[in-house]
Nanobody, 124 residues
Framework: QVQLVESGGGLVQAGGSLRLSCAAS????????MAWFRQGPGKEREIVAA????????YYADSVKGRFTISRDNAKNTVFLQMHSLKLEDTAVYYC?????????????????WGQGTQVTVSS
């Protein structure tokens, strides 16, 4: 079992920044890919960003490229999502996800464990 605990969500004005954190425990973290997904009101869940076990390869959805950065600290079993220039459409519940593999997938079906989610609300 892997436990994932997200933090850092909140209410922010458009154009602002937030940093999400996801702390993992229970199993090996450093050799597994991680990802952030989000689900906005009335929308399907979508991948936001993903990172391979070694941080060398990262993926970003087109909607967040240039504004969001995913990173990880394997010594602290934590993955981060730094979000800048937030837009109204970034409002969603953000979930971190743990893959059973070292290389990321864009499909949520490839992730074995999920956090409880953290709410990000962007206001005008």
């Amino acid at each position: 079992q892997v436990q994932l605990v997200e933090s850092g969500g909140g209410l922010v004005q458009a154009g602002g920044s937030l940093r999400l954190s996801c702390a993992a425990s229970g199993r090996t973290f450093s050799t597994h890919a991680m990802a952030w997904f989000r689900q906005g009101p009335g929308k399907e869940r979508e991948i936001v960003a993903a990172i391979n076990w070694n941080s060398i390869v990262r993926y970003y959805a087109d909607s967040v490229k240039g504004r969001f950065t995913i990173s990880r600290d394997n010594a602290k079993n934590t993955v981060f999502l730094q979000m800048h220039s937030l837009k109204l459409e970034d409002t969603a519940v953000y979930y971190c996800a743990y893959s059973g593999k070292g290389y990321y997938s864009m499909s949520g079906n490839e992730y074995d464990y999920w956090g409880q989610g953290t709410q990000v609300t962007v206001s005008s």
